[in-house]
Structures are given as C-alpha cells and as structure tokens.
C-alpha cells in the first residue's frame, strides 16, 4: 500500500488530462508485468487462462475498471477525498466476503460498516454541488472494483497475478488509446506515467494481490488506510493540497471505524478456545 499510495503523487506530477495519462500507465504497466510473467513461469497465457476461465477474465476487467477510475477520481477531486473514501475498502471487502463466500461478521463490523459509510457519506457531502463530486464518485466506483477483486483474488488463488495484471493494464490501454493525447502530451507526463507503471504500481499490486493467498480478505483489506495516510502526506507536501474540514472529519471517522472494525477485539485470552 506504500507502494500504490504513490499513484496520487505521480497523477498530479504529470497534470495532464486523465485519459493520456491512463494510457501511458496502463503501456508502461503492461510491458513490465508481462515481463515478470515471462520470466517467472514456462507456461503459456492460454494456458494459465483455461484454468479458470471465468475469475481469470472478471479480475481482469474489474483490475482495468479499478485503475481507471482512480486516475479519473484523482484528476477531479482532492487527493485526500480519494484516499479517504478508498479507505473504506477493508469494511467494503468484510462485508462482500460475508455475503459472497460465507466469511462471518461479527457485531463489532457491522457497527464499523455503519459508520464507514457515514464517514464517506461526509466526505462526499462537502463536494456536492461543487466541482468534485465526480472524482469522489469514481473513487467509490474505485472501492467497489478492488473489493471484489480481493473477494476473487481469495477465492481462486491459482490465478496467476502477474499474467492476470499485465492483461488487466492492456484492456485498460485499449480501453484509453482512442482518447489519449499522447503527441501532445510534454516530456513530464511520460516520465511520471512511465515511473508509475513500470515500478511503483506492478510492485504494489503484485504484493498486494498476492497477500489474499495467506491471509483472510479483511485483514489483507485492514492495510488500504495505509495509503489514506500516506497519499494525503504526499498530497501535503508536494502540492500544499490541505484537506478540508469534511475531508479530515469523514477521515477521522473511516480511520478510527476501520481500525476498531479490524482490530478492534482481537486480543483473546491464548487459553481459551476460539469458537468456530
């Protein structure tokens, strides 16, 4: 999350419209993912495909889907509303795990739940009637793909994630060719996309789309705050974007419900049995 919480950086470092720039990532992303995938494995894509045709190809469009609408919601709304509302990724991701592959979910996140989505609901309230409020709608669009992304990435572990990221970053260069302006596009807007997609982003998410293998969607989940903190620094002190009064308020409530949502209550007597 470290990793990927440069993203907002690089998007605002190349100030270009949102298409180019998607484009750029999505060529720059899609030759360094492939690269691991042909350095890490003898199989074929079509073979790797086959094996479960169906999740294969839904991670992939909700990975496009998810990179997309995050470039859009950073290039029309504050940084900090975006990683804000991303923050509420975790509680996102308990709840479709409860409803989609049985995980349970205590009391303690459903009370957490409820209060995520007032924390985002305040977000997204101090940008109604202004300009902003696309860019928070994507980044809830952004939420929405990534959470059942993890439920998927958990569910079928057997999908190759470099191969799958790597298609991913080509539907989205596909997807964006027609609009990009890429002839226009100054000298900064390649640097940032190129460093973007073909470092920080690959690592992030290969790691990050790893982790559900070992360890349970909410609390892989647990660690998506990290960016909420980390891109609102880099926000600060790179552009002196302040965030607003609705911003660190809806912040303060999202951080704190998902932390005592995912923590919260952990600690057990080692003695006593765990009901299963």
Same mark, same amino acid.
């Given at each position: 999350?470290?990793? @990927?919480? /440069? ?11 949102a !298409? ?15 690269? +691991? ?6 199989a074929?894509?079509?073979? +790797? ?16 889907l /998810?990179?997309? =609408? ?18 509420a990724?975790? $509680? ?6 409860w =409803? ?8 303690? $996140? ?6 995520t989505?007032?924390g985002?609901?305040?977000?997204? *309230? ?7 409020l ?18 998927? !990435?958990?569910?079928h ?14 539907t989205?260069?596909l $997807?964006?060719?027609? +609009?990009?302006?890429? *002839? ?5 807007v ?7 997609g073909l ?9 990050? #789309? /790893?982790?559900?293998?070992? &360890?349970? #969607?909410?609390?892989? &989940? ?8 980390a891109? #609102? @620094?880099w926000? !600060?002190l ?6 607003? &009064?609705p911003? @660190?308020? *809806? ?7 998902? +932390? !005592? ?11 006593r049995?765990?009901?299963?």
């Amino acid at each position: 999350m470290l990793l @990927v919480s /440069t993203d907002s950086y690089f998007i605002r470092r190349a100030d270009f419209d949102a !298409w180019t720039i998607a484009f750029l990532f999505a060529v720059a992303s899609t030759i360094s993912l492939g690269l +691991l995938f042909a350095v890490r494995t003898d199989a074929s894509p079509a073979t +790797l495909v086959r094996r479960e045709p169906l999740p294969f190809v839904a991670i992939v469009v909700l990975s496009a889907l /998810t990179q997309l =609408a995050f470039v859009g919601a950073v290039n029309n709304t504050a940084v900090s509303n975006v990683v804000v509302i991303v923050a509420a990724t975790p $509680i996102v991701s308990a709840g479709l795990a409860w =409803a989609l592959l049985g995980e349970r979910v205590e009391r303690r $996140i459903a009370i957490a739940i409820a209060a995520t989505v007032a924390g985002v609901v305040v977000v997204v *309230g101090g940008s109604v009637g202004s300009p902003t409020l696309d860019g928070d709608l994507l980044a809830l669009a952004a939420v929405a793909a990534v959470s059942f992304s993890l439920i998927l !990435w958990r569910r079928h572990p057997m999908v190759d994630r470099p191969l799958a990221l790597a298609l991913s970053s080509a539907t989205l260069a596909l $997807i964006t060719a027609p +609009l990009a302006s890429v *002839g226009s596009a100054p000298a900064r807007v390649v640097v940032a996309a190129g460093l973007m997609g073909l470092l920080f982003n690959p690592l992030g998410r290969i790691a990050y #789309t /790893t982790a559900p293998k070992y &360890a349970p #969607t909410a609390e892989v &989940a647990l660690f998506t705050p990290i960016e909420t903190v980390a891109a #609102t @620094v880099w926000a !600060w002190l790179f552009f002196s974007e302040r965030p607003t &009064a609705p911003t @660190v308020i *809806g912040g303060v409530i999202v951080l704190a419900a998902v +932390l !005592w949502g995912t923590v919260g209550g952990r600690h057990r007597n080692p003695r006593r049995p765990v009901r299963r």
